[in-house]
Nanobody, 117 residues
């Protein structure tokens, strides 16, 4: 049974930092493209960043230069380091694991990030 569990969210002031973690189980983690998405109240879910099974990284323009995605295959974990946080970063952040060849697409339940003074 596949499970993705996010952690590390919370309340932070503008300009602050948080590091999100996503622990995966029940899947061949190293063969999956991993990503982070977020959904703010009243808005559609948007893509934030991905790190492929070959460690190729892509970022959304909205967070470029502020967030860093990384993975540790030995720990079956993907991270999102968030710096210089802005109020508009407030959202529920979701972890995603995908393997296109197998048609597999998994989601975590999300972790709340609130940026407010």
């Amino acid at each position: 049974q596949v499970q993705l569990v996010e952690s590390g969210g919370g309340l932070v002031q503008p300009g602050g930092s948080l590091r999100l973690s996503c622990a995966a189980s029940g899947m061949l983690f190293r063969l999956y493209n991993m990503g982070w998405y977020r959904q703010a109240p009243g808005k559609q879910r948007e893509w934030v960043a991905t790190i492929g099974s070959g460690s190729i990284i892509d970022y959304a323009d909205s967070i470029l230069g502020r967030f860093t995605i990384s993975r540790d295959n030995a720990k079956n974990t993907v991270y999102l380091q968030m710096n210089s946080l802005k109020p508009e970063d407030t959202a529920v952040y979701y972890c995603n694991g995908a393997n296109t060849r197998w048609g597999h697409n998994y989601w975590g339940r999300g972790t709340q990030v609130t940026v407010s003074s």
